[in-house]
């Protein structure tokens, strides 16, 4: 009941264009649902984080859209550019005595072709 | 300011050899978290430190073990070292436990056991 599920695996995406990726939850106890950026040889870093009382959230080209019923949320990366080249998790995370650790899904590569 | 800084950058070491790992937060952040990350994987946590008292423990054996400072620094110590136990280890501060979502992470110490 604490995963997270996320698809797609890998995404090739053209300049200027649309990435979307996917995650899925079953705990209903999660309610902090951020989206970390990784390039290779470094650690995660934040991008954009929701909580499930809002339905989207947006900073920038970066957008979180939350559907709290079908337990499903996404992260909709506009006018993509080859510096978005990375690998991009979803994680949650649930006020579970007093801890905040964060389940993370499996993560999508993502490809920013020229 | 300083981001988390994680040392050693790499190491290896051989099956049966213990490892130990060293983490310091964000100036003002008085929680670490420790995450696994295996090639091709999110990041599974394994331990979340408050105020030197351990808050919050993943599915991880007993061969893991941590601790932290006074100052807020973080060791994670690795006891009899298998092969699986290769991964990226990183390290996440926060300001409190309750703000986990708030974590920014360090870049990591790539350990391979051979």
């Known amino acids: 009941q604490q995963q997270v599920k996320q698809s797609p695996q890998s995404l090739i995406v053209q300049k200027g264009g649309i990435s979307i990726i996917n995650c899925a939850y079953e705990?209903?106890?999660?309610?902090?649902f951020p989206w970390y950026q990784q390039f290779p040889g470094k650690g995660p870093a934040l991008l954009i984080a929701?909580?499930?009382?809002?339905s989207e959230k947006k900073e920038g080209r970066f957008t979180i859209s939350f559907n709290k019923s079908a337990k499903q949320f996404s992260l909709h990366i506009m006018d993509s550019q080859p510096g978005d080249s990375a690998t991009y998790f979803c994680?949650?995370?649930?006020?579970?005595?007093?801890?905040?650790?964060?389940?993370f899904g499996s993560g999508t590569r993502l490809q920013v072709q020229p | 300011d300083a981001g988390v800084t994680q040392s050693p950058t790499h190491l290896i070491k051989t099956r049966g050899q213990q490892v130990t790992l060293r983490c310091s937060p964000i100036?003002?952040?008085?929680?670490v978290s420790w995450y696994q990350q295996v090639l091709g994987q999110g990041p599974q946590f394994i331990f979340q430190?408050?105020?030197?008292?351990?808050?919050g423990r993943g599915n991880f054996p007993d061969r893991f073990s941590a601790r932290q400072f006074p100052n807020y620094s973080s060791e994670l110590n690795v006891n009899a070292l298998l092969l699986g136990d290769s991964a990226l280890y990183l390290c996440?501060?926060?300001?409190?436990?309750?703000?986990?979502?708030?974590?920014?992470f360090g870049q990591g110490t790539r350990l391979t056991v051979v």
């Open positions: 996440a501060s926060s300001r409190i436990p309750g703000q986990g979502e708030m974590a920014f």
């Open positions: 705990n209903t106890a999660f309610d902090y």
């Open positions: 929701i909580r499930p009382d809002v």
């Open positions: 994680a949650a995370s649930s006020r579970d005595t007093g801890r905040r650790a964060l389940t």
């Open positions: 100036s003002g952040h008085k929680s």
């Open positions: 430190y408050y105020e030197k008292e351990e808050r």
